[in-house]
């Protein structure tokens, strides 16, 4: 993907946005996904690897140290999830605490990784 016409922090803006006005979305960009939800949440996924960035809680954002060059992007994932049927289960790398979600749309986003 070149570097010049894509930008991870606007997309990251976008999403973040889109879970303020509480509008469920999924953008997948390479290796990358991310998806907003009705609830107001958002994440960032790397599917590969099952890492993950929360974005967005309740339509609020979270800070999310993001490094964007005009050739490289590096996020500092702060977890790793996996999806259980119809769970989003997050396990957050710091305190290993695990969070189990409903109603995410865990079907579409098992297809993309």
Known sequence: MDGKSFRLADEVRYIQQRA????????????LVLFSTETGDAWLLDPLDHLAARLARDGDPE?????DTDTTFAIESKGQYHIEGGTFVYVDGPSGRMTAISGYPTRKLAQLG
Do not use: F, L, M, Y
């Open 20 to 31: 303020a006005e509480h509008d469920g979305r999924i953008v997948s960009i390479g290796q």
């Open 63 to 67: 800070p999310t140290h993001i490094e």
